[in-house]
């Protein structure tokens, strides 16, 4: 799993197949590499449609034929800009042939970047992903939701914001953190832009003994044992 800035994330299976998470890169003043760095892509995951996390998905789809996951609304947008898209609603899973995705509930906001007409617009997602022995949540961006607690013990890698402002903030993320119990997990969505600074440090501290807190800089990469 490689983190390229922001929310969005590579996710690479033993088998070699590439999934992309909230592919948020040109533009994105955290990212590391432009979308034109990327290797091939399967399939593209989105937790909402924000511009910051819809991002170069369409482009991306378009250029690989991989298929973007979303909810049934910014599915539809993706597929009416002539992306290969695949329709989901939360509460459901789908098996793929790169895996199974689950999408869950997230409290945010659900325009659709770049919808003049409104007629996109959705529930933002968290995103459950498993490949192999391996289960990831991208929690997308939300608030703290007793909801998490559905997925305790469950997952294996969870990716959680900490920039407080639009989303959960240190002290809200180390209690998701407490609700979900991962084994690993790296904090996001957060020294993109000033309103959502944060000191990752910190997120550490409060987590304490009850994960381990893989903390990476943009294009770094951490492996799920
Ligand atoms: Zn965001």
Redo the contacts with the bound molecule.
């Keep these: 799993m490689q983190w390229l800035g922001h929310?969005a994330f590579e996710i690479t299976s033993p088998r070699g197949t590439k999934i992309l998470i909230d592919p948020f890169l040109t533009g994105n003043p955290a990212a590391d590499i432009g979308p034109d760095k990327l290797p091939r892509l399967d399939a593209i995951l989105l937790s909402h449609g924000?511009g910051?996390?819809l991002g170069d998905a369409v482009a991306l789809a378009r250029r690989d034929k991989a298929t973007i996951v979303a909810t049934a609304e910014l599915a539809a947008f993706c597929k009416d800009q002539g992306a290969p898209s695949h329709a989901m609603h939360i509460g459901g899973a789908h098996q793929f042939p790169f895996g199974t995705v689950k999408l869950v509930p997230a409290f945010h906001g659900g325009r659709v970047e770049g919808d003049a007409t409104g007629k996109y617009t959705t529930n933002p997602c968290g995103v459950v992903l498993t490949m192999g022995e391996h289960t990831a949540y991208h929690c997308g961006?939300t608030a703290l939701t007793v909801e998490m607690q559905l997925l305790a013990g469950r997952i294996d890698l969870m990716l959680v914001p900490i920039g407080d402002n639009?989303t959960m903030g240190i002290e809200d993320a180390a209690r998701a953190v407490e609700f979900v119990k991962p084994r690993v997990v790296v904090p996001m969505?957060y020294n993109t832009w000033d309103v959502i600074a944060a000191d990752p440090e910190a997120f550490r501290r409060a987590v304490g003994s009850r994960a381990t807190v893989v903390i990476l800089a943009p294009g770094q990469s951490h492996t799920l044992s």
């Design positions: 929310a924000h910051d996390h961006d639009y969505h």
